[in-house]
């Protein structure tokens, strides 16, 4: 009698199959022994599992794709970080996806948790061209939040270290001679902004904790600068830092009582 092939043989086997029409897939699925019933179907869930996101992939790639149709070839996702909160700069980022991008789950950072952000920017940092914008608060009480943004974006991709050809920008237009496309929630729909959303999160989220070793009272590390209870209590209680704004409210109404 034939000596059947040990679980972890198998199980081996198993790791080098990637179409479920393999022949030796069929074979495996004959074995009814629990271990390899068990891992047939981790092959099964892992299959699965990369589909959708190939699947994810092509359909975040749209608007890449048809620019490609068009002759732009380097395409560079732009988004922000920081609009909103009353400390710390705002964050840009752009990037250049490779053609052979691998399948990964990106999508708006909003969507992600915080270790799952860490790991989708270090790989996007490894893969792709990445370029950083950082627009500071004394520059947002300048400029205005809106200058501030568009002034980040074009940091980024000024940054970005080759000179794109076309540009995919979340929500807003650049005076930048190049091809552009403005997406409305374009970290929603396209794979290079949700990129981008990614690695600025990631970038500004770490300078915020940096921030809360030298300002411990605001929760920075929490709160990355928006105005929480904890963030609200600490200006109460401790006043205004030097990377808070000061045209927002209601830091502005504080340092002018403090005039």
Known sequence: MEKRPTIQALKEQLLQITDPSDERLLAIAKDERKGI??????????????????????????Y?????????????GIDEVGRGPLAG???????ILPSDMPALPINDSKKLSESNRNLLSKEIWECAKVGIGVVDNQQIDELNIYQATKL??????????????????????????FKQESLIKGDTKSYSIAAASIV?????????????????????EKNAGYGTKTHLEGLDQ??????????????????????
């Open 37 to 62: 019933q068990t891992a047939l179907k981790q092959w099964h869930s892992r299959y699965e599992k990369g589909q959708q996101l190939l699947t994810h992939r092509e359909k975040m790639l749209t």
């Open 64 to 76: 890449e794709r048809q620019l490609m149709t068009e002759g732009y070839h380097i395409i560079a």
């Open 89 to 95: 700069p705002i964050v840009a980022a752009a990037v």
């Open 152 to 177: 980040a974006m074009k940091q980024a991709v000024g940054a970005l270290g080759i000179q794109p050809d076309a540009l995919l920008i979340d929500a807003m237009t650049l005076d930048l001679p």
């Open 200 to 220: 600025a999160k990631v970038y500004r989220d770490s300078l915020m904790k940096d921030y809360a070793k030298v300002y411990p009272h605001y929760s920075f």
């Open 238 to 259: 401790y006043g205004v830092t030097p990377i808070h704004r000061r045209s927002f409210e209601p830091i502005k109404s504080m340092t002018q009582k403090m005039k």
